[in-house]
């Protein structure tokens, strides 16, 4: 006769924690390349010649294809679960603005703020304070864009909300969340 072994219950939560947390680093990678990528290339394209025209074209195409990249990964989220795609790409184009615009700068060959050797590195890492990345693209002419993009992400966060309010008529939208009463006690009128 064949005994029978208990069933140990899987523990899922530490994989969805290591999946959730790869989902972030991949949507902070994604936002941070389809931002500052364009940037790159107009600086590389434009050498030390960087003009308004150049500017332009930084303030147009950048959130452009942040947008592109944010539609693609917002369907691939929701099929993951993942709540905050968009916030999690503006995170990473914030955080990873100073190694972006000091790549910009070596490609263009100038000297983006003065900087050379070590102090190159000194502004990567100093740029993941938001105002050092605000301040330095100013320099870089990627300004308006990285405006563009903060500003409408959170205009897009915000409308997002106040539709899933309004369609819901101003109940919580967590339907699971219900009280411990039973379904047999009488509602008081």
Same mark, same amino acid.
């Given at each position: 006769m064949s005994q029978v072994q208990p069933v140990?219950?899987?523990?899922?939560?530490?994989? @969805?924690? /290591? =999946?959730?947390?790869?989902l972030m680093v991949?949507?902070?990678?994604?936002?941070?390349?389809?931002f500052w990528f364009p940037d790159v290339l107009l600086h590389l394209h434009a050498g030390p010649n960087l003009d308004s025209r150049h500017g332009w074209a930084i303030t147009v195409l950048a959130p452009?294809?942040?947008?592109?990249?944010?539609?693609?990964?917002?369907? @691939?989220? /929701? =099929?993951?679960?993942?709540?905050?795609p968009g916030a999690t790409m503006l995170l990473g184009v914030w955080l990873s603005g100073g190694l972006f615009m000091t790549l910009a700068a070596m490609a263009s060959g100038s000297n983006f703020v003065g900087g050379t050797g070590l102090w190159r590195l000194v502004v990567i890492v100093v740029s993941i304070i938001p105002i050092v990345t605000y301040v330095l693209a100013s320099y870089d002419g990627s300004l308006f864009a990285l405006l563009a993009i903060t500003v409408g992400g959170l205009l897009i966060c915000g409308i997002r909300r106040s539709c899933m309010l309004w369609s819901?008529?101003?109940t919580p939208s967590d339907a699971g969340l219900e009280t411990s009463k039973s379904h047999d006690e009488p509602k008081a009128a």
């Open positions: 140990e219950p899987k523990n899922d939560i530490g994989v @969805f924690r /290591g =999946r959730r947390s790869e991949g949507f902070a990678a994604l936002g941070a390349f389809s452009a294809i942040f947008l592109m990249a944010y539609v693609v990964a917002r369907r @691939f989220a /929701g =099929r993951q679960h993942f709540n905050w819901s008529n101003g």
